[in-house]
């Protein structure tokens, strides 16, 4: 068990190897600035922490303090100004097929493709198969994992919000990053979905033990999906605390512990706020 707030990286094959205990993820004194057209505006201010493999590792805090930003960094989108990303030991520098992304929306499909070839796309693109029967085993074995297989020849205009997030899911774990990056995936869908989802999710991880990195403004999502949860403070955003949730589920909402933990984290990221009323109305 991990508790320690660390660091960043990903792809300079010069850096040397990782130890094997190492994190997968170690982002370390991250400041990510961003320019509009009247300011720079700086979202995230030395951030720091580290994911460990087979992690659930969940970034919450309010809008605004820069979550799927740091992401976004970890994607390689993103740059920071100051401080460093490091995957299994590399310098994040730009996208790769070592980091997957899933994102809230339900259009990150390709509409003209179906299920199966949502997934085969990716993998002939993305590099991890060089045929095609390779990927459509690959991709048949996803879709069953995600309870889809009756839907492998559907259109993505044809499938509810939750069964699209099931294929983006699927998609991205059939490519085995060395971590999936979840960006608020669940927030578009009705609550009985975006629980469902959650249960899915849990699932498939005791199935596989993927490592991921989760973005969320709930309280209750985080402690349910988290075994980790990192807390951010308002913009700029920067690590207010790092607690673990390993020992909480849907099993276990609603119990004294989970409701105990959950109250930790509400005044932990209220207590900011708190203050800059304090300050409006005293200033």
């Not at 990303?85 to 259009?107: A, C, H, W």
Request: aromatic share 6%; hydrophobic share 40%; net charge negative.
């Amino acid at each position: 068990m991990h508790s320690e707030v660390t660091t960043t990286g990903a792809a300079d094959p010069t850096s040397a190897a990782p130890k094997p205990d190492a994190p997968i993820l170690d982002v370390e004194g991250v400041t990510i600035q961003y320019k509009t057209k009247e300011h720079l505006i700086t979202a995230t201010y030395r951030v720091g922490f580290q994911v460990f493999e087979a992690d659930r590792f969940v970034i919450l805090g309010p809008s605004g303090c820069g979550k799927s930003t740091l992401l976004k960094s970890v994607a390689g989108y993103l740059h920071p100004v100051e401080g460093e990303m490091r995957l299994n030991g590399n310098i994040v520098t730009e996208p790769g097929p070592d980091r997957v992304m899933v994102f809230q929306e339900f259009d990150q499909l390709l509409p003209w493709k179906t299920v199966k070839e949502n997934i085969t796309f990716a993998l002939m693109n993305g590099g991890r198969c060089s045929n095609k029967s390779e990927a459509n085993d690959i991709a048949m074995e996803y879709i069953q994992k995600v309870k889809l297989e009756r839907f492998e020849d559907t259109y993505p205009h044809m499938l509810s919000g939750g069964m699209k997030q099931r294929v983006a899911i699927a998609r991205g774990m059939a490519m085995e990053p060395a971590i999936l990056l979840m960006d608020e995936p669940f927030a578009a869908l009705d609550a009985l979905t975006r629980r469902q989802m959650q249960e899915e999710l849990l699932a498939l991880w005791e199935d596989t033990k993927f490592t991921v990195l989760f973005v969320t403004h709930s309280i209750e999502e985080a402690v349910i999906v988290g075994s980790r949860v990192l807390i951010m403070s308002p913009h700029p955003g920067q690590v207010k605390a790092e607690l673990n949730a390993h020992e909480h589920s849907i099993a276990t909402l609603g119990g004294d512990g989970f409701a105990e933990l959950q109250t930790k984290i509400h005044n932990m990221i209220f207590a900011d706020r708190v203050l800059e009323d304090e300050v409006v109305k005293h200033g």
